[in-house]
């Protein structure tokens, strides 16, 4: 890499430690400073009187200088109070007298900030620089006493030593001091230069140390390892795998590469493609490893052969090794191990179980104990065998021996997220497949279900623990192991219903249903709302990286970025873990809470979907002693009722989802739960899977003439434990956009107008590249966002309409109504947010299958594996940026990703209507939901949301707007308000295509 891209990224590259609160206002200057050192030198003179004085009275002499001094500080300016904290510090350690506590942990808040924001006029004095030392010696003390693993070094480096020109200014007064100066301040400055050498050991700021060395001449293969070493730990892998590269390609040029910094450079490059999930890359480089005698052994090569799935070179490494090696080798059980899973991948089941069985007596030949692995291995294999028989004995030897092996481990401390997951989870793990195995064998009567509730009991706690860890390894295997426990559990309900089993369905479905948002959703809050400056500061920095991420800029390396957004995200995790665990823990809420929130004519539906491929619901009211699990249907019983994927126009497909086949699927779905809606006028559901994307108020049923959001009044929730959590919605103020001028800055004016809320295609774009499934074909996409007139007729009468309920209202049309314009809204959030406007969710479409002469914005977007990049809405001038892939005039682009939207904080806004096609459609995902915007809303603290679930009419959607803010200011009830806009609307247009679009989600 070159210098000058390696500098472009560092200059975007700006580490935790840095984070400046940029909404503080700079007020520290040396020149006040300057002002203030006579007053500090008698503070000085005066505390130090006063100690001699008591020392000479009594021993108590500390707790009576504290009680004498601490008082009389209240209300002195932070420059006295600087002075008696550094006098009071040096002879008393906290905790040492209660009474000097509090004024040290207040003084350290107030010296770090000083510290991090002074500005020098670079005319200070010898006097004003050794006092700005004193505050840095004081503020180290003092952090390390409060905190001993704290790194006050790394800051102070960072943010004071690299941030103001203190040791140059120092530099340059020594080198004019006079001798007698020099005599005076020596001590100074050697002590100064001795700090900072081990400050700058410390420091994290990368882009100040690599452009050092690089001026120096000094950015050598010591101190390229010496900052990869670094960068491990602040989790900037891309970064760090970028230096490794560079050195790796210089060292082939010179054509060295015997050398141990080449072997040095290759095992950290294999090392971090791993950190990174980059098997592949690991692979070569592993290869190229053992090609020169450099890989120690072929451990880690097979363990990798087994993630990419090449099985036979794993086996073949594996036979080797065990081969050529015995028991006695420490490596040979572990690559027994790897040979065991191995096999049991490739589905040779009769080998699989041989290795087991040869590990189980190594192990006891040896004299070790023997782990729970081999047998849980056997498990399985003798399940999918059908011997349900050994299965049942080997699942429950592996739980077993969980146990014990559970005891051989020494307490872990509760942050110690790698122990909770790979050790005290598999307790719980083994348990619920060897009840896996009881209900396929149909022996459930052999559950003990009060093992089961106390397994489930810390699997809860682990699973709440796990999932603030922002690493997405960690999080994968969890949702693997949850998914996996929610099959079994969901199964279990089905075959022995009673009330234990559907208690325990209902309260993990109430956990597991969005678990990692509502994880993140909890950081962030606390982070946001805390008090506590640093996390408030690197919350906001790690906004601004997301931010920035997501801001098309062609200069800026997007994976460096997104390495830095995943350190920080890891870095207020682990800070805010204790504190937000807390909370969630408190906020926890089962089904009994539920239940007690139901009123006498409500049910709440929890929608399910589990192995294999089933629905199910689970049904609670506030009479029952129990929830209720009712199996429902097979998921491909659903889908052969849906519209084929055959370019059909969406009017079509909605009339053959909710007019033609409404009473079949009403029938699979809606009809098992009427035994229990007897009486029952209000119904709180939450949708799993493919029913994410059904309007459930527009299907009908055979058992009744009118459709089922007629029939009773339905609340659609993320999941029912929202029903315990009331909220009270009085808005003061609505911001309103809509009439946007999509071709403000387009390349071709398009002045047609359009009927439908959705993006329309021009004739050089093939029609597939609207479809929700990706192709192995080479695709055109383009297309254009024409003007739609409804939307500022739509938005007029919503002003007028909330106007004359005395609200305030902010209304954006035409060239107004754009992102900036959005962006400024974010700052200053209000209670109600519409948008009436084109919305889009594309396919997936990987850049190869994206033909040439593609709009460019459009193939940036389609060719995003994130789901939450491709849910746009639509603002003022997005052709521009749609067509050409560039900012105009380098504004925003126009359009507003679910990303964008997710970094906000619109908590104020209790109400976001995205008035606008496709606005709820997204990928789904069976444990997190939908990713799309409404998850983006979600994320952004929004509480409710109305979203449409197709493209809608421009026409009828203008009018049932209108209509709905008609009634909730009649009704100041959003459930209510979309209910009777619909029915209204339905009155006019029979078709659910023009009125069952929009759905309203708590």
């Not at 000479?56 to 002499?61: A, G, P, R």
């Not at 050529?324 to 179980?353: Q, R, S, W």
């Not at 079994?488 to 990692?516: F, M, V, W």
């Amino acid at each position: 890499m070159q210098t000058k891209q390696l500098l472009l990224i560092l200059s975007f590259f700006v580490t935790i430690s840095c984070a400046q609160d940029k909404k503080a206002v700079m007020s520290f200057k040396t020149s006040q400073l300057r002002s203030a050192l006579p007053e500090m030198q008698k503070e000085y003179e005066s505390l130090e009187a006063t100690r001699s004085a008591l020392a000479k009275e009594n021993d108590d002499w500390k707790a009576n200088w504290v009680e004498k001094v601490v008082p009389t500080l209240d209300k002195e300016d932070y420059y006295i109070r600087s002075a008696a904290a550094q006098q009071l510090s040096s002879f008393i350690r906290l905790k040492e007298q209660p009474q000097l506590d509090p004024f040290l942990i207040d003084y350290l808040s107030e010296v770090e900030e000083y510290l991090f924001k002074v500005q020098m006029d670079e005319k200070e004095s010898f006097e004003e620089m050794e006092e700005l030392f004193k505050m840095v010696q004081s503020y180290r003390w003092i952090q390390t006493q409060k905190y001993a693993l704290a790194n006050p070094l790394q800051k102070v480096a960072d943010n004071f030593f690299y941030r103001i020109p203190y040791l140059d200014h120092l530099e340059e007064l020594y080198k004019n001091a006079t001798p007698e100066e020099k005599e005076e301040y020596e001590d100074l400055y050697d002590d100064v230069q001795r700090f900072w050498k081990n400050a700058k050991s410390q420091s994290l700021n990368f882009d100040r140390i690599i452009q050092e060395h690089l001026a120096a001449g000094t950015m050598d293969y010591n101190t390229t390892l010496m900052l990869v070493g670094k960068m491990y730990s602040t989790n900037q892998y891309y970064l760090a795998t970028k230096l490794v590269k560079d050195a790796i390609e210089k060292i082939e040029k010179e054509g060295d590469t015997t050398s141990h910094y080449y072997s040095s450079f290759l095992l950290n490059l294999s090392s971090l493609y791993m950190l990174q999930g980059d098997y592949e890359n690991m692979l070569t480089v592993q290869l190229k490893q053992k090609e020169l005698g450099y890989l120690q052994s072929d451990a880690m090569l097979i363990s990798n052969y087994q993630m990419l799935g090449r099985y036979k070179e794993a086996l073949d490494l594996a036979n080797n090794f065990l081969d050529n090696n015995d028991a006695t080798n420490p490596l040979y059980p572990g690559i027994k191990n790897m040979k065991m899973t191995v096999l049991f991948e490739m589905k040779d089941y009769e080998k699989t179980k041989k290795e087991c069985f040869d590990m189980i007596e190594v192990a006891e030949k040896l004299g070790g104990t023997v782990g729970s692995g081999p047998y849980f291995t056997l498990a399985n294999v003798y399940k999918y065998q059908g011997d349900l028989k050994n299965a049942q004995k080997y699942a429950l030897i592996a739980y077993n021996t969980s146990i014990e092996e559970y005891k051989r481990f020494p307490e872990v401390d509760a942050n110690d997220v790698a122990s909770l997951l790979y050790v005290r989870m598999f307790r719980f793990y083994y348990y619920i497949n060897y009840v896996g195995i009881l209900v396929e064998a149909k022996q459930t009567d052999k559950v003990d279900l009060a093992k089961l509730m106390e397994e489930y009991e810390t699997f809860e706690y682990l699973i709440k623990n796990v999932m603030l860890n922002p690493s997405k390894m960690d999080k994968k295997q969890m949702v693997k192991i949850s998914e996996e426990s929610g099959d079994i559990l969901y199964s279990l309900a089905e075959k022995l219903p009673n009330q234990a089993t559907q208690q325990l369905a209902y309260d993990y479905t109430l956990l597991s249903k969005e678990i990692g948002l509502s994880s993140v959703i909890a950081i962030r809050k606390y982070a946001a709302d805390s008090k506590n400056k640093d996390l408030k500061n690197l919350f906001e920095h790690w906004m601004d990286v997301r931010k920035e991420i997501l801001f098309h800029d062609p200069r800026v390396d997007i994976d460096s970025l997104k390495d830095i957004a995943f350190g920080l995200h890891r870095e207020l995790a682990t800070k805010t873990r204790k504190e937000v665990f807390a909370v969630i823990d408190e906020d926890d809420v089962n089904w009994e809470m539920v239940k007690k929130a139901l009123k006498p004519n409500e049910v709440a539906v929890e929608f399910v979907y589990y192995a294999p491929e089933k629905y199910a619901a689970l049904v609670l009211k506030s009479d029952m002693k129990s929830p209720v699990f009712i199996p429902l249907c097979d998921e491909q019983q659903l889908k052969e009722l849906l519209p084929p994927d055959n370019g059909q126009q969406e009017q079509w497909q909605v009339n053959y989802i909710y007019n033609t086949n409404s009473l079949k699927i009403a029938n699979l779905i809606v009809d098992p739960l009427r035994p229990y809606l007897d009486n029952v006028k209000t119904v709180h559901y939450s949708p799993a899977g493919i029913l994410h994307g059904l309007s459930m108020d527009a299907l009908q049923s055979k058992n009744s003439e009118k459709r089922w959001g007629q029939e009773y009044k339905l609340k659609r929730v993320s999941k029912t434990s929202l029903i315990a959590s009331k909220s009270q919605l009085s808005p003061r103020k609505a911001t309103i956009f809509g009439g946007m001028n999509y071709d403000e800055n387009a390349l071709e004016q398009i002045t047609s107008e359009s009927g439908e809320r959705g993006l329309k295609l021009k004739a050089k774009t093939s029609g597939s590249s609207t479809s929700t499934n990706t192709t192995s074909e080479v695709q055109t996409v383009g297309g254009t966002f024409t003007y739609l007139p409804g939307t500022l007729k739509e938005v007029k009468l919503i002003n007028e309409e909330l106007e004359a309920s005395k609200l305030q209202v902010d209304l954006f049309t035409g060239n107004d109504a754009s992102e900036v314009q959005f962006k400024d809204f974010c700052k200053a959030p209000s209670d109600i947010l519409h948008i009436a406007t084109h919305a889009y969710f594309s396919p997936y479409i990987p850049k190869d299958k994206i033909a040439a002469g593609s709009y460019k914005g459009a193939a940036m977007i389609y060719s995003d594996p994130d789901p939450m990049n491709r849910a746009g809405i639509v603002f003022s001038g997005a052709n521009y940026f749609w067509e050409t892939g560039e900012r105009y005039d380098d504004k925003n682009d126009g359009i507003l990703m679910a990303n964008e939207l997710s970094n906000y904080d619109l908590r104020a806004t209790k109400l976001a209507i995205i008035s606008a096609c496709q606005s709820g459609i997204g990928q789904s995902t069976r444990s997190e939901g939908v990713y799309g915007f409404q998850r983006a809303m979600k994320l952004a603290g929004i509480e409710h949301q109305i979203i449409s679930l197709w493209t809608v009419d421009d026409a009828a959607t203008q009018k049932f707007m209108t209509l709905f803010y008609k009634y909730y200011v009649e009704l100041s009830d959003i459930g209510e308000a979309v209910s009777k806009a619909q029915a209204t609307i339905k009155e006019e247009y029979e078709n659910p295509y023009y009125w069952a679009a929009f759905v309203h989600v708590q």
